[in-house]
């Protein structure tokens, strides 16, 4: 179920894809080459969408099994895999400000892995954490892996320059995810458990249900906006914002859920943020380069023109 949630509030971005669609300027549209087949298109869906709805489960798998705290600092190495996918499926540039934060942010994610003072949550069996360790580093590489894909998808598959294919590529991908999750929630037979854990819910049965419908919106807002900034920018940047809350979570884990804020999570947290900051200078310094050339462009077109 937390699996499914993820992406199964997809109907909800028809709405905007008809408003985008039906608002779309034609010249906005790439016309350098042609657009890709039918099938083609059907078969990036299809593959995206089956590593998201694997990544999904992963990221559930590990967040069962690990305290929130912990979690969400070993999450922080997804940046670090998304440069080493983006070096080599993206051709982005591996800058010495990009090294530092990928040796940074790697070094976070294995305090929290191998310190001595980083103990299981309680109930959780040595066994299980370490399964909840290496789901979440192998939902991290293959989150990073998604991003960067789409990214290549976006370049030299949909060929695009408009939003509504943003929302194209995370409806198509979502519904492949969902039918794939609920394929798998009837096959392990674990849907007959829902009626129960329904029943047992703290909160009562109403809270159940809005606490499902809107953590699957949240999903969807949150991926939206994922996804367009890989169209926008890059894969890179894109992880850099999604990731950027990261280092806060342990601390309102420690506030709202009473989780252990020892001496190995503080050095882990510092580093992380020290990672965040050298990938967003390294933005900082691409963009300042590139506003001269932009208005000097500007400058030669208003020129001709006159």
Known sequence: MA?????????????????????????????????????????????????????NMLYSVGLLYLSASTYSLICASQLAFNAVFSFFINSQKFTALIFNSVVLLTLSASLIAFGSDSSEPEGVSKGKYVLGFLCTLGASASYSLILSLMQLSFKKV?????????????????????????????????????????????????SYVMTLVWTAVSWQIC???????????????????????????????????????????????????WGFASYLYQHYIDDSKLKPKQTNINEITDESMS
């Open 223 to 273: 991926s939206v906006g994922v996804v367009g900034l890989i169209f926008v920018v890059s894969s890179l940047f894109s992880n850099v914002i999604s990731t950027l809350a990261l280092p806060l979570v342990p601390v309102a884990a420690v506030i709202v859920f009473h989780d252990k804020m020892d001496g190995v999570k503080v050095v882990a947290m510092l580093l992380a943020i």
């Open 158 to 206: 949909l060929k695009k320059e408009t939003f509504s294919i943003v929302l194209q590529m995370q409806i198509f991908t979502s519904l492949v995810a969902t039918f794939a999750c609920i394929v798998g929630l009837f096959a392990s037979g674990e849907w007959k458990g829902l009626k129960e854990e329904m029943d047992q819910f703290g909160k009562g049965k109403v």
């Open 3 to 55: 699996t499914l949630v993820q992406t199964a509030a997809f109907p909800i971005l028809l709405l905007p894809v008809f408003l985008f669609s039906s608002s779309q300027n034609p010249s906005t549209t790439s016309t350098n080459s042609a657009q890709p087949s039918i099938v083609t298109v059907v078969v990036v869906y299809l593959f995206l969408g089956i590593l998201i709805v694997g990544d």
